[in-house]
C-alpha cells in the first residue's frame, strides 16, 4: 500500500511512517512549501503538486499549526484554523483532480469538538460542544467529508492528550514534577481523555484499513481520569511529589483565559466507541503503565497485519 502523509516529522507522522515501512508499505512525505522550496503544496497560494498523491493507496493528512504553543490572539487562531481547514480544503480539491483517487483520507481531528463536558461520558454520537475548538474541529471535518463525493473513505480520529516522551503535551507536564511543583490543574476533578502514541498509530493503521471505518472516531484510551488521578499517576512514575496545584486564575492569566479553559481546565470524559466496535485492542489501558512506556521510549506501536 502506498500512503501519503503530511505531517510525517510530527510526533505522531513520525510514528506512523516508521510503522508503516516496518509493515512494508511505501510511504510518501508530503512537504510544505511551493515548488521553488521544494514543497509539495503550499495553502497560501492554494498550489498543490500535481503528481504528489499519484498512485497513492490512502492519505492520512496530520499536518497543522500547534494548539498549544501561543496564546490564542486573532492572528494566531486565524493560522490555526488555516493550518487545518484551508489545508484540508486543498487536499481535497487535489484529490478530486485525481483520475486514479486514494481509497482512504484520514484527517487528524480532536476531543476539543466535545468542549466541556462536565462529569458526562461522551462518544462519537454526542453533540458538538462550545468554545473555539469545538468550531474548529467542526469546519475541519466538514472540509474533510467533502472527499466522500468523490467517493473516498472519510475517516477523522479524534485524538485525545497523546503521551509520548519527545512530543506533544507530557513534557510539558513532566517539567514542573521534575522541579518538585507537580501536581493537580485548577480544582483537579476535570476529566482527562489520554492515549499512548502506540495506541495512536495502531488505531490509525487499523482506520486505514478497514473498510468499516468512516466519519468521526475517538482515539483515546477505554479508562479517562481526572487531572488530579492523572497527577498522582505521573508523579509517581517520576518518584516525585504532586501535591502542588496550578490555580485556574494564574492558568489565565499567563497562557490567557480561552486557552487555558479549553486546553487545561475543560472536563473531556471521552470513551472509544467507535474503536472498540472495530474490534481494535488497545496496548495501553492502564495510566502508569502508558506513563511509564512513554517515558522509556517504548517502541512505538505492534505490527499490524498488511492490506491487500
Known amino acids: 500500500m502506498l500512503v501519503a502523509i503530511t505531517g510525517s516529522n510530527g510526533l505522531i507522522g513520525t510514528a506512523l511512517r516508521r510503522s508503516l515501512e516496518q509493515d512494508g508499505h511505501t510511504v510518501r512525505a ?5 515548488a521553488l522550496e521544494g514543497g509539495d503544496y503550499d495553502v497560501n497560494t492554494r498550489w498543490f503538486a500535481s503528481d504528489a498523491l499519484a498512485g497513492a493507496d490512502a492519505v492520512v493528512h496530520l499536518a497543522g499549526a500547534s494548539i498549544g504553543t501561543a496564546r490564542w490572539t486573532a492572528q494566531r487562531r486565524s493560522e490555526l484554523r ?3 481547514i484551508d489545508s484540508t480544503q486543498l487536499l481535497v480539491d487535489a484529490i478530486g483532480a485525481l483520475d486514479r483517487k486514494p481509497r482512504v483520507l484520514v ?19 454526542t453533540a458538538m460542544g462550545k468554545g473555539f475548538l469545538a468550531e474548529l474541529v467542526r469546519e475541519w ?9 468523490l467517493g473516498v473513505r472519510v475517516v477523522s480520529p479524534r485524538f485525545g492528550i497523546v503521551l509520548a516522551k519527545d512530543g506533544g503535551a507530557l513534557p510539558q507536564m513532566v517539567l514542573p514534577f521534575k522541579l518538585g511543583f507537580g501536581g493537580p490543574i485548577g480544582s483537579g ?12 498509530v495502531g488505531a490509525l493503521k487499523l482506520l486505514l484499513q478497514d473498510e468499516r471505518a468512516s466519519g468521526p472516531v475517538n482515539v483515546v484510551a477505554p479508562e479517562a481520569t481526572t487531572n488530579s488521578g492523572f497527577a498522582r499517576a505521573l508523579g509517581n512514575v517520576l518518584h516525585r511529589p504532586a501535591f502542588a496545584p496550578a490555580p485556574a486564575f494564574a492558568l489565565r492569566l499567563v497562557l490567557g483565559s480561552g486557552r487555558a479553559d479549553e486546553l487545561l481546565l475543560a472536563s ?9 466496535e472495530l474490534g481494535y485492542v488497545f496496548r495501553h489501558t ?4 502508558a506513563l511509564t512506556a512513554a517515558l522509556h521510549s517504548e517502541e512505538a506501536s505492534p505490527p499490524l ?4
Not at 30 to 34: D, H, K, Q, S, V
Not at 107 to 124: C, L, P
Open 107 to 125: 484527517v487528524a481531528s480532536g476531543i476539543g469538538y466535545y468542549g466541556d463536558a462536565g462529569n458526562s461520558v461522551v462518544d462519537e454520537s
Open 141 to 149: 471535518e466538514e472540509a474533510a467529508r467533502r472527499a466522500e463525493a
Open 305 to 308: 497485519a498488511s492490506a491487500d
Open 30 to 34: 508530503l512537504r510544505r512549501g511551493t
Open 189 to 200: 476533578r476535570q476529566w482527562m481523555s489520554w492515549v499512548s502514541l502506540a495506541d495512536v
Open 268 to 276: 473531556q470524559h471521552v470513551v472509544p466507541k467507535r474503536l472498540s
Open 286 to 289: 492502564d495510566l502508569r503503565q
Open 82 to 84: 488555516s493550518s487545518r
